[in-house]
């Protein structure tokens, strides 16, 4: 018996083959009695697991898989509402500093020049301020899309 065919029957029997092998395993099984015989073995052991019933999945093991299904849906979803929320947060955020500079200079650098006061310690701080605000809203957008992918490589 060819050691190749007979490693193929099994697959012929359960018609998974593609067509040269099929008619490779045909050829041979022409041929030569005894890979005929355990090819025919092989036939009839898939015909009875054709004919054997599905068996029947429990109740409470498709409720269980259908829970499981609307909360990975519901994870994602509320993932989805985190990164836009978190997306609107950032922008508001940087036009909420943009903002301040803006009416910052507006008032401080009137009362300034009423005042007599140079405004160059005032307006060091505050850009500092802005790109510390900048740095910070980075950062957190960086590690909360981190914590967010590696969320989803565990779900996936």
């Known amino acids: ?3 190749h065919v007979r490693d193929l029957l099994a697959g012929a029997a359960a ?5 040269d092998e099929r008619r490779r395993v045909e050829s041979h099984v022409r041929e030569c009695a005894a890979c005929a015989a355990r090819a025919e073995e092989w036939r009839a052991l898939a015909g009875g697991l054709r ?12 409720a269980r898989t259908r829970e499981a299904i609307e909360r990975l849906r519901a994870e994602r979803e509320e993932r ?9 947060l950032i922008v508001f955020g940087w036009t909420l500093i943009g903002v301040a500079w803006f009416l ?6 009137e009362l300034a020049v009423r005042l007599d006061r140079p405004l160059g310690p005032t307006v060091l701080w505050f850009a500092a301020y802005l790109v510390a605000g900048w740095f910070a809203a980075g950062a957190a957008a960086v590690l909360l899309g981190r914590r967010t992918h590696e969320e989803e490589g565990r779900l996936a």
């Open 1 to 3: 018996m060819s050691e």
């Open 51 to 62: 004919d054997l019933a599905a068996p029947a999945s429990s109740p409470g093991l498709l």
């Open 15 to 19: 018609e998974v083959l593609d067509a």
């Open 104 to 109: 910052f200079e507006l008032v401080l650098g």
């Open 80 to 88: 989805l509402w985190n990164r836009a929320a978190l997306g609107f």
